[in-house]
């Protein structure tokens, strides 16, 4: 195993380890968007009479929504724990060690990943014990499971981006309400073509969440919709790459050593 | 000096954006295997200067070879040779005392047949064995700091740096580093850059001591050479009551300068005369004293000799001028 690899492994090892020492971080992603999932089911159900509603479970249309407030979640923990680094000064620590700045950002975020691929499994765990039928088969699920751990990748890359820049928990924990607008002004509860305000109907249409819903969406109530797909992994991606570089970059700046 | 454990600095300057100059030229060798106490009130400077020794922080200008390395050119070749322990113990609450020291033997390339074997060696040697798989968050100042101290060793390092080690630890605590710190240099020629603001530190651990105030060095030399610099020791008779305080001012004169005290009544004792000297002259005079001490110059006298003020006091008005920074 090479040097970088290693330095790696131990990263996301005590990412992984530190986050299964704190209930707090694992339990609300689990619990809070299958409760809010819940909830919308039960008071929406009969949006599904709607003329061109696309499946008759309102249970399997909202499914989708904890995949990607899973990964808000998953932003806001992966920016707390490095701005604590920053703030404690242990980030210091790591700097006077051979650790390479690409190999501290990787490492963190392959924990997250981690941690994101369990939630995404239990996501889907209680899709099926609620009886969701996912129409693209187990085949989809394996790509659900992808798509989860590429999106917890991408919204970490930025939670660690804000955390590396500001190096304050407080601000991250601030611009968590900024980020759940995106998820409510998206087509969480409505497809698109039904949203009635013309308004709702352009953001949700200009919003990137949108179509990272409907690409997770799509493989449960519609089987394989290779448009919904790319547009999915397409702006998460871009998400990804932008996230990255400017995480890389404010964590040369918070790594400054000669 | 280019010796492989030494640490070399010529006209090291180091200022912040909108601020004083931390760091504002200064000199100084520190031998291979010397123990060298880097001595100063708060925001003296020192930890400034460790940041940059440690690579932390680039120097404005000047030169600085730790292991016969740049700090500015050779970074990670000189992170490979140091070990260092910041004033702040940054340790992570959440994880254990033996996660910390596999984390950092991983990062420190410690081969991994032997990651394990040196955590329990540094976890007894420190004195955690005990509280190896216990959360940080748990342990108090002391087990911290001995932690931090552990975790600094990891990779058998050639020089370690100590900031503060001991600030705001009880006194077995401090105790317990110092000796693991002359262990160090005793067992493993070790060479230690230690700052501190306790005299009581820098005068029992450090082989030289330089003394740092407002960025630049004002003293250096062996705890015994600067003590000698301020020359004679004094005497000081505390009277039995406050009518006798005249009568032993007038009698104390006579074999020395007198020095301004309160509390007692205080000379700087003449050349060649000492504490007997006194005695039997109290003696012979029937000078009714109730106690008399003799002081031995510290270093606290050393700074105050050349600084014009007392360690603590400057400490005081350091911190006055923190909002500044």
């Known amino acids: ?99 390479r700045d690409w190999a501290l950002l990787t490492g963190q975020l392959a924990g997250i990943v981690v941690l994101g691929v369990v939630q995404v499994v239990f996501y889907i765990a209680v899709g099926l014990i609620a009886g969701v039928t996912f129409e693209s088969g187990p085949a989809g699920i394996a790509v659900l499971l992808v798509y989860g751990a590429i999106v917890a990748l991408c919204f970490g890359a930025l939670g660690a981006w804000l955390a590396y820049r500001t190096g304050s928990g407080e601000t991250i924990q601030a611009l968590f309400p900024v980020l759940f607008v995106f998820l409510f002004i998206s087509s969480m509860n409505a497809p698109r073509n039904l949203i009635g305000v013309e308004w709702f109907r352009i953001a949700a249409t200009l919003n990137p969440v949108s179509y990272m819903i409907e690409c997770v969406r799509s493989l449960i109530i519609t089987g394989w919709d290779w448009q919904a797909l790319a547009l999915g992994f397409g702006f998460v991606i871009l998400l990804g790459l932008v996230s990255f570089v400017l995480a890389t970059n404010a964590l040369r700046t918070r790594m400054t050593r000669t | 000096m280019t010796d492989a454990n030494g640490i070399e600095v010529r006209g090291l300057v180091r200022e912040y954006k909108k601020g004083p100059r931390a760091v504002d030229g200064i000199d100084l060798e520190v031998a291979p295997g010397e123990i060298y106490g880097f001595l100063g009130p708060n925001g003296a400077g020192k930890s400034t200067t460790v940041h940059v020794l440690t690579t932390l922080l680039p120097p404005t200008s000047g030169t600085a070879l730790v292991g016969g390395f740049d700090v500015v050119k050779d970074g990670p070749r000189i992170r490979g040779l140091i070990g260092v322990a910041l004033q702040e113990a940054a340790l992570d609450p959440l994880l254990t005392a033996r996660d910390h020291l596999r984390l950092q033997a991983t990062l420190q390339s410690v081969p991994k047949e032997q990651r394990g074997s040196r955590a329990e060696e540094l976890l007894h040697r420190v004195g955690l064995a005990d509280d190896a798989d216990r959360k940080v968050s748990g342990f108090s100042g002391g087990m911290k700091r001995r932690l931090d101290l552990a975790l600094a060793l990891v990779h058998t390092p050639r020089i370690l740096f100590l900031d503060e080690p001991t600030t705001g630890l009880d006194p077995q605590s401090r105790t317990d580093i110092w000796n693991e710190v002359a262990l160090m240099r005793r067992e493993a020629g070790v060479t230690v850059f230690l700052t501190t603001q306790y005299l009581e530190e820098a005068d029992v651990l450090a082989d030289r001591v330089g003394i740092i105030d407002a960025g630049k060095i004002v003293a250096e030399g062996t705890p015994a050479e600067l003590k000698a610099e301020i020359g004679r020791p004094s005497v000081h008779a505390i009277p039995r009551t406050d009518e006798d305080r005249p009568k032993i001012t007038e009698f104390l004169a006579r074999f020395g300068e007198p020095l301004a005290s309160t509390r007692d009544v205080a000379v700087r004792l003449n050349e060649g005369l000492g504490l007997t000297d006194i005695v039997r002259a109290v003696d012979q005079n029937g000078v009714d004293i109730a106690d008399l001490e003799l002081h031995a110059p510290t270093l606290d006298d050393v700074f105050l000799a050349k600084t014009g003020r007392t360690l603590e006091g400057a400490a005081e008005e350091s911190q006055e001028a923190q909002p500044r920074r």
């Open chain 1, 1 to 99: 195993m090479s040097v970088a690899t290693t330095q790696v492994g131990a990263i996301a090892r005590r990412s992984v380890v530190r986050t299964s020492r704190q209930p707090a971080s694992i339990i609300p992603p689990l619990v809070f968007p299958v409760a809010l999932m819940a909830v919308n089911a039960g008071g929406l159900a009969s949006s599904t009479e709607l003329p061109g509603f696309p499946t008759d479970s309102f249970l399997a249309f909202a499914l989708a929504v904890p995949f990607i407030q899973g990964a808000l979640f998953s932003t806001m923990n992966a920016g707390s724990d490095i701005a604590r680094d920053v703030q404690t000064g242990f980030i210091n620590r790591l700097s006077l060690t051979g650790l």
